[in-house]
């Protein structure tokens, strides 16, 4: 929220500051646009879809060149039979 200046920050279990935080955003219909828009920019630039697609492929591509072919999800079977070892204190 800092970062994008798109709030204002209040110290938590401080009910004064929040008080006067929403009391000033009450009355300044600038300050909530500017914020408003600086939050939207932010998640756009930051969190988009494009950018999180990126950010998965980047990372599967980095698993690639590290020579893992293939990541194994354990089956339901395989999955029933850990918690049945972890349970019975074999694991």
């Not at 630039?45 to 950010?55: C, E, W």
């Not at 698993?63 to 049945?84: Q, V, Y």
């Amino acid at each position: 929220m800092e970062q994008a200046q798109a709030g204002i920050f209040v110290e938590p279990e401080d009910p004064a500051a929040l008080t006067q935080a929403i009391a000033r955003l009450y009355g300044d219909s600038d300050l909530r646009r500017t914020l408003g828009k600086n939050g939207r920019g932010y998640i756009v630039k930051h969190l988009s879809r494009h950018k999180t697609a990126q950010i998965y492929i980047d990372v599967l591509q980095n698993l690639i060149r590290c020579g893992i072919k293939r990541l194994k999800t354990p089956s339901k079977l395989e999955m029933r039979d850990n918690e049945s070892a972890s349970k019975s204190g074999l694991r």
